[in-house]
């Protein structure tokens, strides 16, 4: 098990373009969270999914962000009409069932957007 | 989920115990503490949950005030990989974290 992967690992694009990140989680994780953290601040919760049901969403998420996790296993992050308050790491986490205790986190995918 | 509280930054000397600070004075019968932290460039890394007993495990001590307000996170014998942002949070099992501003240790040699 080589934990939770995320790719790209860095990501530059210029204001209006749109990105997406993937996340793969721990094999036979069924919750898959992500979370955004700007620089010197921690983690903020964007959404999480139970398998492919994705359950709830930060006010944080605004309508130019969506997530997917079409088979319960790997999941999207998609950003249209990128901004320059987009600008930081994209963490994805997972973890066993809705009782477990710990997530586990990936690498993040640091976002920059000119 | 309840708020935390915690020193902004600390030092500890490598070798000695670091013991880090958490408030959660509004924490609810049903919630957990929590500690994560995050070295440099890094994920956040799960190191320990308690719900009213005292915990330990192979990384660190979580020590739970009996009023449940407050706690303590110990590294008995800090190293300079311990320098991380460490994070304290109250939520129960299974929910999204809320991560506050977290204090940085700083561990010198």
């Known amino acids: 098990d080589t934990g939770v992967s995320q790719n790209p690992r860095h990501k530059i694009t210029k204001r209006g373009q749109n990105v997406t990140f993937r996340c793969d989680p721990i094999s036979e994780h069924n919750r898959l969270y992500w979370y955004r953290q700007t620089l010197g601040q921690g983690p903020e919760f964007l959404t999480y999914f139970q398998n492919e049901a994705q359950l709830e969403k930060s006010r944080l998420l605004s309508d130019r962000f969506s997530a997917e996790r079409p088979k319960g296993s790997f999941s999207t992050l998609e950003i249209q009409r990128t901004e320059q308050g987009d600008s930081a790491m994209y963490l994805c986490?997972?973890?066993?069932?809705?009782?477990?205790?710990?997530?586990?986190f990936g690498p993040g995918t640091r976002l920059t957007v000119t | 989920d309840a708020k935390t509280t915690q020193p902004t930054s600390m030092d500890c000397a490598e070798g000695r115990a670091a013991n880090l600070p958490c408030n959660h004075s509004?924490?609810?019968?049903?919630?957990?503490v929590y500690w994560y932290r995050q070295i440099h460039s890094q994920g956040p890394q799960y190191i320990i949950h308690g719900l009213k007993n005292n915990e330990t495990n192979e990384m660190a001590s979580l020590i739970i005030t009996e009023d449940r307000k407050s706690s303590t996170l110990i590294l008995p014998h800090a190293t300079l990989r311990d320098t991380a942002v460490y994070y304290c949070?109250?939520?129960?099992?299974?929910?999204?974290?809320?991560f506050g501003g977290g204090t940085r240790l700083m561990v010198k040699p």
């Open positions: 949070i109250v939520t129960n099992a299974g929910n999204m974290l809320t």
């Open positions: 986490a997972s973890s066993l069932d809705k009782s477990s205790y710990e997530q586990y």
């Open positions: 509004t924490i609810s019968g049903n919630e957990y």
